[in-house]
């Protein structure tokens, strides 16, 4: 076992022994490569580097109660990952080269994995880029698919106790017939400048409206954000709003505890109408939200200062699923069997 002071771990890049690789030429992907380098020798004109051919993807391991190791869900990554090359005209991932990579990925990196109880899990962060070269706008030839983990906490430092986000109405994050919808670089680059001032602010994370008409409220950062009011998990629903895989569990898992679940568009009006508000996603799993900051107009949504009733529910049943402690009734997790 590691010497690492696994319930201290940020959510960050930590380095372990091994990655896995693969390349995509003449339309066909080659076999699995190991490497202990953190390094990639890519071509100056790629088009990773020139056009934005880059997509990604995030998912964990979890060390259970049983000492089993549970992948969560892996075939919608897979299934989002291809979603967002087909988006940018990449090369796509099959199923079994992306279980592989990832299966081999977490395997040879055992030791990092994170004892149950602790808080932490290890992030499996799945890449796939244009290493082939191009100049004038065009799609690569060739394409890498790279796949490296890292031991982490949670992604806010708060945990599962409230957080304070910023509403934001002078920037986008994406545009409304652009690549909001699927997991590339470009949207998370539009977003650094301001959540960068919302952390100088004070807030950790920023929420942002729709891009046309600054009515309806978008993403919550780097997570989709819900409400929860009268029995009704809502959420919003946009061709901007990238699908998170953590938040569609979510929706289910609400209705088994008797909830109706709405994915509707949400006026930043209603804001105001909620018992319970959060971000959700792999990375944070649930962030409860304690207050919301209208930047512009300073109107200031407040939630209260302890995680809600619903929500708690929800964030230790979708962990429980997660590491074995509850029942897998709908068949998310799969078992990386002997380690």
């Given at each position: 076992?590691?010497?690492i002071?696994?319930k201290?771990?940020?959510?960050g890049y930590y380095?372990?022994?091994y990655?896995v690789r693969?390349?995509n ?8 490569e ?6 990639i020798s890519i071509?100056?004109?790629?088009t ?7 997509a ?10 049983d ?7 892996w ?9 967002s ?10 199923d079994e080269?992306?279980?592989a ?7 040879m990196?055992?030791?990092?994995i994170p004892?149950?109880g602790?808080?932490?899990?290890l992030?499996i962060?799945p ?13 690569a ?9 890292s ?10 106790n409230?957080?304070s986000v910023?509403?934001v109405h002078d920037?986008d994050?994406?545009a ?7 997991k ?7 977003s ?15 929420l942002?409206l729709?891009?046309?008409?600054k009515?309806?409220?978008d993403?919550?950062g780097?997570?989709?954000f819900?409400?929860?009011k009268?029995g009704?998990?809502?959420t919003p629903k946009?061709?901007?709003i990238l ?7 979510i929706?289910?898992i ?18 105001e109408?909620?018992?319970?508000v959060?971000?959700?996603?792999t990375a ?7 207050k919301?900051?209208?930047r512009?107009?300073k109107?200031?949504?407040?939630y209260?200062?302890?995680?809600g009733?619903?929500?708690?529910k929800i964030?230790?049943t979708?962990?429980g ?19």
């Amino acid at each position: 076992m590691e010497n690492i002071d696994w319930k201290s771990l940020p959510f960050g890049y930590y380095p372990t022994d091994y990655n896995v690789r693969c390349y995509n030429k003449n339309g066909q992907w080659g076999a699995l490569e190991i490497s202990s380098s953190e390094y990639i020798s890519i071509h100056m004109a790629a088009t990773a580097l020139h056009y934005g051919q880059e997509a990604f993807e995030g998912l964990k391991a979890y060390r259970g109660k049983d000492g089993k190791v549970r992948l969560f869900r892996w075939t919608d990554n897979a299934s989002r990952m291809r979603t967002s090359a087909d988006g940018i005209m990449m090369a796509k991932v099959p199923d079994e080269v992306f279980f592989a990579a990832i299966d081999k990925a977490v395997r040879m990196n055992v030791r990092f994995i994170p004892p149950y109880g602790t808080g932490s899990s290890l992030y499996i962060r799945p890449v796939l880029f244009g290493s082939g070269p191009q100049v004038g706008v065009k799609p690569a030839k060739e394409y890498m698919f790279v796949v490296f983990v890292s031991p982490v906490g949670p992604y806010f430092k708060e945990g599962f106790n409230p957080v304070s986000v910023e509403l934001v109405h002078d920037y986008d994050r994406a545009a409304p017939l652009g690549t909001g919808h699927i997991k590339v670089g470009g949207n998370y680059a539009a977003s650094l400048r301001p959540a960068d001032r919302a952390h100088a602010d004070g807030y950790s994370s920023v929420l942002f409206l729709d891009a046309k008409e600054k009515k309806y409220i978008d993403e919550a950062g780097p997570a989709n954000f819900f409400g929860i009011k009268n029995g009704t998990y809502i959420t919003p629903k946009s061709n901007t709003i990238l699908p998170s895989i953590t938040n569609k569990s979510i929706e289910i898992i609400a209705t088994d505890l008797g909830l109706k679940v709405e994915r509707r568009p949400v006026p930043m009006t209603e804001l105001e109408s909620f018992d319970e508000v959060g971000a959700c996603g792999t990375a944070a799993i649930i962030s409860p939200i304690k207050k919301i900051v209208d930047r512009e107009t300073k109107k200031v949504y407040q939630y209260g200062e302890t995680a809600g009733p619903y929500s708690t529910k929800i964030y230790k049943t979708l962990k429980g699923i997660q590491e074995g402690e509850i029942e897998d009734i709908h068949g998310w997790t799969t078992i990386l069997e002997g380690i």
